[in-house]
């Protein structure tokens, strides 16, 4: 078996008294698409934040590629984070810089490509999330919703990740957009063979995409297995969380009441 | 031979040259970003000295990303090379490359000389924008200020107590430091001219005159657009980004009197008290220097003071602080409302705002200069 691309082995986090992880484990295999589901308030963000390398757990290791995240000499640590991709809940797009300065940054800061190189790069990035070459010199302000979330997406693409790592990809999208954008993770999923570990409320998007479920409850996580496994789960948040979806199902024709 | 070391054990990517000489080039390992950025200087280099006929054999590439694909199309000139051998899992990004390429990235353009006639006109139109909206905002706080006067339960007193505390009080330590700094600097050096006449005693005259009149009401309206005029465009800009503001007029809270008003008000108040503080602060401070420099006691410099500087110059000093507060706040204001909702507006606009709060104050000064010119001067 090859190594796991994450690996987080005795997470523990705390901020001041309130325990948020207690000896978290969790594995990514190569070419899952892992969903990170949990109350709001257990530590879901923070444990993305962990992976990200922003923030560091009390105790516990984070192994990203079979190494710790946090190790090594600088350029070490940087070569790493450039492994991986992150889509910001918000896009964080940098405001200052229009659509094709934000995809090439990335590119311009490592300063191994050349100009002719980084336009290629940029449009073939436009192309892949499905923008026009005209959007490039829009400015994020401009932009709709669904666009900051592909540009964003275009410039976690940028450095070629093998991870990408997502924060309520279609959190503030409406339902056509979001299925739109879900089609599009999971095409770039199967064309660049990507892993993805993403945090989302949408169980729409978690049906759609998720190899995985990895359920965060207890301050651990307390199952990572397929969908139907985990819609089979005995656990209260599981029950909870999926019995939304199929009341939602069974409330749906009553709603349309006649008057 | 090998041209670039190879090792195929952890999928460096490489170039292999035929032995043949005929110009065959063999491509192996992972092409992609991260592995091809050590040694891209070295692959760059193989790659320019291919000849342009040159045979492609990709076929032992083992993984291909754009960045790969675009390094070996741009060392293709962007198009096919006549003969390749690409496996079919290669030729598809390839082919997605040139789709994209047919469309070139759209780029700023170059400025024609016409381009700048527009800027020139632009700018006229954007600084009447300026001089419109100040007018306007202005105007809205008179309305305000009359409303007011009807309806005294509407005052915005907390407001209004909160930022005289925040610009007044608050500044007054770093406005008597600079004040008695200044006043040293001051008196030090006009010492050392009067000696030379045996003029010492004037050296009242001079600091009087120049500080009370002058200098301590501008040198805290320069103070005061640094600290207060620019976090007061900071803070309206960043409600502006977050909404706040849209937020406020939802619920039918006038901005102007909620926002504008208190802080106009509050800087219209501390400002001659601030002005007040600073030259007496300045004047200490030349009092001190004066002392030591030129022997002259505390008691005598006190004593001639009011009778050197006519009591009309304090009323000017005071009146220059209450109009200087006033433009400051509302420039503050008129900056802050006008962010754009993105990081670049928020600093662009604290800057102008600190910059033409200070140029505005100095060119009142100069006319408050002429206006006053024979009143308080006792010669």
Not at chain 2, 338 to 350: G, Y
Not at chain 2, 352 to 372: C, G
Request: hydrophobic fraction near 50%.
């Amino acid at each position: 078996m090859s190594t796991p691309i994450v690996d987080l082995q005795g997470i523990v986090t705390r901020f001041g008294d309130l325990l948020v992880h207690d000896g978290l484990e969790l594995k990514v295999e190569r070419g899952d698409i892992v969903s990170l589901i949990g109350g709001s308030g257990s530590g879901k963000t923070t444990l993305l934040r962990h992976l990200i390398g922003l923030t560091a757990p009390v105790s516990g290791t984070v192994m990203m590629f079979g190494e710790p995240l946090l190790s090594g000499a600088q350029h070490e640590q940087r070569a790493r984070r450039r492994r991986f991709g992150v889509l910001f809940q918000q896009g964080a797009l940098f405001s200052a810089l229009n659509v094709s300065q934000n995809i090439a940054f990335p590119l311009r800061e490592l300063r191994v490509a050349s100009q002719a190189e980084i336009d290629a790069l940029v449009l073939r990035k436009l192309a892949m999330v499905e923008l026009e070459p005209a959007h490039a010199l829009l400015m994020p302000s401009e932009l709709s919703g669904g666009m900051i979330k592909r540009v964003a997406l275009a410039r976690a693409l940028a450095l070629e990740p093998e991870l990408l790592l997502l924060d309520e990809p279609t959190a503030g999208l409406d339902p056509d957009l979001s299925l739109s954008f879900v089609e599009l993770i999971r095409s770039l999923h199967r064309r660049l063979h990507l892993t993805i570990v993403l945090v989302t409320h949408d169980i729409d998007t978690l049906m759609a995409l998720s190899t995985k479920v990895a359920v965060l409850a207890d301050r651990k996580i307390v199952s990572c297995a397929p969908v139907e496994e985990t819609i089979a789960l005995d656990h209260p948040f599981v029950s909870r969380f999926f019995k939304a979806v199929i009341d939602r199902r069974r409330i749906a024709p009553v709603a349309g009441v006649q008057d | 031979m090998s041209a670039v070391p190879s090792d195929r054990a952890n999928h460096r990517p490489g170039i292999r040259i035929d032995p043949s000489g005929r110009g065959v080039l063999r491509l192996h390992g992972d092409w992609t970003l991260r592995l091809l950025t050590p040694q891209i200087r070295a692959i760059r280099q193989h790659l320019r000295t291919a000849p342009p006929d040159a045979r492609w054999v990709l076929d032992e590439v083992t993984r291909l990303d754009s960045f790969g694909a675009v390094l070996l199309w741009q060392a293709w000139r962007r198009a096919w090379p006549a003969d390749l051998s690409l496996p079919d899992d290669l030729r598809a990004l390839f082919e997605e490359i040139a789709a994209s390429d047919r469309q070139p990235l759209p780029q700023q353009g170059l400025r024609t000389p016409a381009d700048h006639l527009v800027l020139l006109g632009r700018a006229a139109l954007h600084f009447r924008d300026h001089v419109l909206d100040f007018v306007r905002l202005f105007g809205g706080i008179v309305l305000d200020f009359l409303h007011l006067l009807r309806t005294p339960q509407d005052w915005p007193l907390r407001e209004i107590s909160a930022n005289v505390f925040k610009v007044g009080v608050r500044a007054m330590p770093v406005a008597a430091l600079v004040g008695f700094l200044i006043g040293v600097a001051l008196s030090y050096l006009s010492a050392l001219q009067l000696r030379a006449y045996g003029a010492d005693v004037f050296i009242v005259n001079i600091l009087g005159l120049g500080i009370i009149r002058e200098l301590g009401p501008v040198l805290v309206s320069v103070l005061v657009a640094g600290r207060s005029g620019s976090a007061m465009t900071a803070q309206l800009g960043v409600m502006r980004v977050t909404e706040e503001i849209d937020a406020l007029a939802a619920m039918g809270v006038s901005r102007s009197l909620r926002l504008v008003l208190p802080k106009v008000i509050a800087l219209s108040i501390a400002m001659p008290l601030l002005v007040l503080w600073t030259s007496a602060m300045a004047l200490f401070g030349g009092m001190v220097s004066a002392s030591l420099q030129l022997g002259l006691t505390y008691g005598f410099f006190i004593e001639t003071l009011p009778g050197v500087v006519p009591l009309a110059n304090l009323y000017i000093a005071l009146s220059k602080g209450f109009v200087f507060g006033l433009l400051i706040a509302l420039i503050a204001c008129h900056f802050g409302l006008r962010v754009k909702p993105n990081t670049e507006s928020l600093s662009a606009n604290t800057t102008a705002s600190v910059v033409s709060a200070i140029t505005i104050v100095i060119l009142v000064d100069a006319i408050f200069a002429i206006a006053t010119r024979t009143i308080g001067v006792p010669f």
